[in-house]
């Protein structure tokens, strides 16, 4: 089975539409997104942990089309896998490059077991083409704020796309018992080469290395409220990648390479499956040679509301950079850099509490025993 949500068909005029209605209204249309919050409260509370798996798949449908870019399902049993894309809803390659793998998968008939689903995380902020709309999505996971959302009702736009999206992955939790993955898709401000962040799941692991992608480890200890940690608690295979820059036009051909790939890591394809054309683009995630196939962060500098933080320019992500190096400006002065390393996520956008990382190189066989 086979579906290619309309909303793909939606997104180019709802997106016009949204940006005219912000510029009449001089304010945020987006906080008329929590209406109907009742709805989904009353889903709640009557099955509990969400959507329990007797529901009819066309209520399930009702409930997602608004976010669902696709969903596809093989003849055969096999794992769960959801794409989050534009979790931060101004990163749209993740959007482009599912489309092109559902595209794909309905005009060929490919051998497929188990169940692929791609979603919009943040459907008001991806309509406006901003990061987020009140606070940021990928930061509000922890297991404290989940539980209140799910207790009370939403108190902002984010709180109400987190609730929308627990019952998604409650849903498919209950609709299976097989092996589940998500994969969260971003970009980056600054210019990078293709990396992936996970919790140390060995699947996640396997799958990381099948393409070489930098690893980052350690970054769910500086970030609280992450998405890959929460839905990796609940017994998920949890993987974050970020293909590139927001303005590159590659990032959606990385995205896409990393989505068949991990299709195929999950025996939920063959590789023979793989597009010949993806087959042969792996120098897309080629990285400096001076680069190790894994680093760790060691720093992170967060930015507090009047900082009036400013991040000196040209930086790119995994730049080597020396202790004491001027790295940006705030209110305060200068900002140096503590220790040496390698600049990891300079911030080079209006939107976001995070300055920048420092990480360190682990070595190649850093990497080979961690897997």
Known sequence: ??????????????????????????????????????????????????????????????????????????????????????????????????????????????????????????????????????EDLNRIWTRSRVESVMKSRPVNVEETQMLELLQCFNYLSLSSDRQKYMLDLHTTSAVSPPFAAHTGDLHARNIVRRFGAVEVQRITDYLNGMLIKYVADQGWTSIVFEAGSHHHTESVDIHEMLIWHSLAAAEMIDEEDIPTRIQGSEALLQHPETLSAAVEVVHHHTIKKGDQFRMRQGYRNFQSISRGELLAEDRNGPINAPINGRIFLPLYQNEGQDGFFIVQDLGNSAHEDAA
């Not at 510029?23 to 209406?35: F, K, L, M, S, V």
């Not at 919009?120 to 406006?128: E, L, M, R």
Request: proline fraction near 3%.
């Open 1 to 134: 089975m086979h579906i290619l949500s309309a909303c793909c068909r939606r997104w180019q005029t709802r997106r016009g539409d949204y940006r005219r209605r912000l510029h009449r209204a001089g304010g945020n249309p987006a906080r008329t997104e929590t209406q109907g919050v009742t709805t989904l409260q009353e889903r709640i509370h009557i099955h509990g942990n969400g959507i329990d798996a007797s529901t009819e798949s066309t209520e399930w449908m009702k409930m997602i089309q608004h976010r669902l870019l696709g969903t596809h399902r093989g003849d055969e049993s096999g794992p769960t896998m959801v794409i989050i894309a534009a979790l931060h809803g101004n990163e749209i390659s993740g959007s482009n490059a599912s489309l092109r793998v559902f595209n794909r998968l309905q005009r060929k008939a490919i051998p497929f077991r188990g169940q692929l689903t791609a979603l919009i995380g943040n459907v008001p902020a991806y309509d406006a083409g901003l990061r987020f709309i009140e």
